[in-house]
């Protein structure tokens, strides 16, 4: 329904992949190139050799993250307090495939939701303090929020989530997300704009040994409202290493209605789209939207904000 409405991303075979190599990094040409287990959605990723990736975008949609990655990057890096993915070289337009792509440096880890329960209160405090360096980096003639509004406000997506709700009206409180979300769009980020990484969600954070290693995937970073790097703290954390992220960013409180109202919104896109709603994954998602909707009740009853 919602997903569905997009244009189809490309699939690409790893024999593309080799062409666009020995054709236009020749000295690369020799080592091999394998698909990654878990490639994305904005892009096709592929290994190169063992310390170098291949991302191409999936679709035209896309292709702008490319040259602002190229960018941008190298110049963030120096501020963050962990590894974020280094450009090797850009890839151009040509008859095997049709739009800029990149080489990296590979980043060894797990995906942050590789993590246990009791490790996520430490990881809450390590990945707000990667925020707080994100949001301090000097942003002059830096990225304006891109075609998806990360960085913006939520209202961009105030029909299509409305249009998600009355799809759901059997299946969530359809009350309590429309009170959620109306919140989250009745305020807009009124100080400086900051830093935003645009998609800060568990698949996009690497850890080792428990701890925070690397962040990646800056394809949406831009300057603007950080509210939408607040999507974790339901997607992935306990309600503990909710209030420890919460406590260390200390952000105001209608910061933490748009970031309910960016939450909402994906999840109930994401299990709108979803056939059976009585599926585990459809039940994960009814949880975070439930949850999403009684913190929203809980700052509004002035017991206190999780």
């Given amino acids: 329904m919602f997903a569905s409405k997009e244009p189809p991303r490309l699939e690409i075979a790893t024999s ?6 020995r054709e236009q990094f020749p000295q690369w040409a020799h080592l091999p190139i394998t698909p990654v287990f878990l490639s994305g959605w904005d892009n096709r990723t592929f290994h190169l050799g063992s310390e170098m990736t291949v991302r191409l975008p999936s679709a035209e949609r896309y292709i702008h993250q490319v040259q602002k990655e190229q960018e941008w990057l190298p110049k963030l890096a120096a501020y963050l307090p962990v590894s974020i993915p280094k450009p090797l070289a850009m890839g151009r337009p040509s008859e095997t495939y049709p739009w800029h792509w990149s ?3 590979w980043i060894e880890g797990k995906n942050a939701d590789t993590l246990k329960p009791d490790e996520l209160h430490k990881f809450a405090a390590e990945i707000a303090g990667f925020l707080m ?11 304006v929020p891109g075609p998806f509004r990360r960085g913006a406000s939520p209202k961009y997506y105030d029909a299509q989530t409305r249009e998600a709700v009355a ?11 429309i009170t959620t979300w109306e919140a989250a769009i009745s305020s807009e980020w009124e100080k ?14 690497l850890v080792k040994n428990g701890k925070l290693a ?8 831009c300057v603007g409202d950080p509210a939408c790097d ?6 992935l954390l306990t309600e503990t290493a909710r209030a420890t992220f919460k406590k260390k960013l200390n952000l105001d409180n209608e910061t933490w209605a748009r970031a309910r109202g960016w939450a909402i919104w994906k999840t109930l896109i994401t299990l709108a789209d979803l056939k059976d709603k009585m599926s585990v994954e459809a039940e994960s998602k009814k949880k975070i939207i439930a949850l999403v ?7 509004n009853s002035g017991i206190g904000l999780l």
């Avoid at 360096?133 to 990225?143: M, T």
Wanted: with cysteine; glycine share 8%.
């Fill in 230 to 235: 607040l999507v974790i703290a339901w997607m």
């Fill in 214 to 221: 690397a962040v990646i995937d800056f394809g949406s970073c």
């Fill in 167 to 177: 799809a759901l009206k059997d299946t969530i409180d359809p009350e309590g997300a």
């Fill in 293 to 299: 909707i009684e913190d929203h009740r809980v700052e």
């Fill in 103 to 105: 080489i990296y440096k």
């Fill in 16 to 21: 593309k992949v080799e062409t666009l190599v």
């Fill in 192 to 205: 400086d704009p900051v830093w935003v990484h645009g998609d800060f969600s568990a698949g996009n954070i």
């Fill in 133 to 143: 360096a994100l949001q301090s980096i000097p942003n002059q003639g830096s990225p």
